[in-house]
């Protein structure tokens, strides 16, 4: 029998739609100048903080967004997977997440809504 306090695949946070500046892009002028891209994130902390409401058993969303905004801003990727992988693996390093998904969507083509790319990476060990 699974207790109320005990965390589950299940667990996560979901950050939709957070819109970031990003220099982003194959060409060097594309990357000159900031352009919007929007970055979904699902994570998995290690604590469960729904029993006992409780924001030190959890991540804390807000310091999330902030990470990713600094984060990204320092960034000068050439491809969306890139960026990606380096939000997961840098959000995996400064947070208690166990498990994050990210996606990266960039608004380049007139005849597309976006171009996205997603990736998934997990913590392969306690620190």
Not at 68 to 97: C, G, M, S, Y
């Amino acid at each position: 029998m699974l207790m109320s306090d005990e965390i589950t695949d299940g667990d996560q946070i979901h950050i939709a739609g957070l819109e970031v500046s990003a220099n982003l892009g194959v060409s060097e002028e594309e990357r000159q100048s900031a352009q919007r891209v929007v970055i979904n994130l699902t994570f998995w902390p290690y604590q469960a903080a729904a029993p006992r409401d409780d924001i030190n058993r959890t991540v804390d969303y807000a310091a999330v967004c902030g990470e990713v905004r600094t984060f990204v801003r320092r960034q000068k990727d050439r491809l969306i997977e890139t960026l990606a992988d380096r939000v997961a693996l840098h959000l995996l390093q400064v947070f208690e997440i166990r498990r994050i998904r990210v996606e990266v969507r960039k608004f380049v083509l007139p005849a597309a809504g976006f171009v996205s790319a997603t990736v998934t990476r997990v913590r392969l060990g306690p620190d």
